[in-house]
Nanobody, 121 residues
């Protein structure tokens, strides 16, 4: 129902910042919890951050705490990831996802195609 398109990736030096955006179309964006995941070369995809449908609740991976901020604008059907103090280990393809919430867990559902973030030392 919903399609997601990420943008804002690029190459920065360690310590720099990037702001990733995810634009949603179709579906009802305000119904979805949203999340960011990333996958480095040769690594498994890992959770980065999640935000509730109304934007009032956020959670972050330990690696992102204090450096990354997830936010959303339901009027614009977008979710963003502000990344500060970037480190080389943040290099990865970043994906935004919708989130399916179940009684005992939550999981990503619809994925965007990703945007590349490269952090040089």
């Amino acid at each position: 129902q919903v399609q997601l398109v990420e943008s804002g990736g690029g190459m920065v030096h360690a310590g720099g910042s990037l702001r990733l955006s995810c634009a949603a179309s179709g579906g009802t964006f305000s119904f979805y919890d949203m999340a960011w995941f990333r996958q480095g070369s040769g690594k498994e995809r890992e959770f980065v951050a999640v935000i509730s449908a109304a934007g009032g609740i956020t959670h972050y991976a330990d690696s992102a705490k204090g450096r990354f901020t997830i936010s959303r604008d339901n009027a614009q059907s977008t979710v963003t990831l502000q990344m500060n103090s970037l480190k080389p280990e943040d290099t990865a393809i970043y994906y935004c996802t919708t989130v399916t919430v179940r009684s005992s867990s939550w999981s990503p559902d619809v994925w965007g195609q990703g945007t590349q973030v490269t952090v040089s030392s």
